[in-house]
């Protein structure tokens, strides 16, 4: 079984804002693979499927971002994964331009408080992730309203794909081609 973990934050208010791109993502998968994502348990929504012969389970935390480990350690321990190759987070970054996907193998925090919760719950900072893009905050902007801020029209074009490319990226994954996603997604985009 993978675990495939979108974050954000659960309240209507927060729906369509750069900080629930991780959410946005896992919406996409579960259209795609016609998964209904609408169980409540281990403080998040999640729903089964199977993604290119892979059991998968999609989550989304029901914690608010910053508190987003205790979920994903609680789904880890019940469904007893290996979070190093069995659990991908998938989560917004305000460092890569709009739409842009990074994908690692594991790694640091990097400022994001929902990251800095899991690594301190799973005691590990080994595990994939697909970062995807939001865009820089705007000098004089406060960081908390710029995440919980909505994209404009151009930005949420760039969004579409983003989304899509995130979704091919987390099929590669699951079943088992990690590299094969960092070389094609991890290249910057030609303008």
């Given at each position: 079984?993978?675990?495939?973990?979108?974050?954000?934050?659960?309240?209507?208010?927060?729906?369509?804002?750069?900080?629930?791109?991780?959410?946005?993502?896992?919406?996409?998968?579960?259209?795609?693979?016609?998964?209904?994502?609408?169980?409540?348990?281990?403080?998040?929504?999640?729903?089964?499927?199977?993604?290119?012969?892979?059991?998968?389970?999609?989550?989304?935390?029901?914690?608010?971002?910053?508190?987003?480990?205790?979920?994903?350690?609680?789904?880890?321990?019940?469904?007893?994964?290996?979070?190093?190759?069995?659990?991908l987070v998938v989560y917004d970054d305000i460092s890569l331009d709009v739409g842009q996907l990074r994908i690692r193998a594991k790694g640091s925090a990097g400022g994001h408080n929902g990251i800095k919760n899991i690594i301190a719950h799973l005691g590990t900072q080994v595990f994939p992730r697909i970062k995807v893009g939001v865009g820089e905050k705007p000098k004089g902007y406060d960081l908390a309203d710029y995440v919980l801020g909505h994209f404009s029209k151009a930005e949420r074009e760039r969004m579409e794909e983003g989304y899509d490319n995130a979704v091919r990226a987390a099929e590669m994954i699951v079943t088992g081609q990690l590299n094969e996603a960092m070389n094609e997604f991890n290249r910057k985009k030609k303008e």
């Open positions: 079984m993978f675990i495939i973990a979108g974050l954000g934050n659960p309240d209507r208010q927060y729906e369509g804002t750069r900080h629930n791109a991780g959410f946005d993502v896992i919406d996409r998968i579960a259209e795609k693979y016609n998964i209904a994502v609408d169980t409540k348990k281990h403080r998040a929504c999640i729903g089964k499927g199977i993604i290119g012969g892979q059991k998968v389970l999609l989550a989304k935390p029901q914690t608010y971002m910053n508190l987003s480990g205790e979920s994903i350690r609680s789904l880890v321990d019940y469904y007893k994964i290996d979070e190093e190759n069995e659990l």
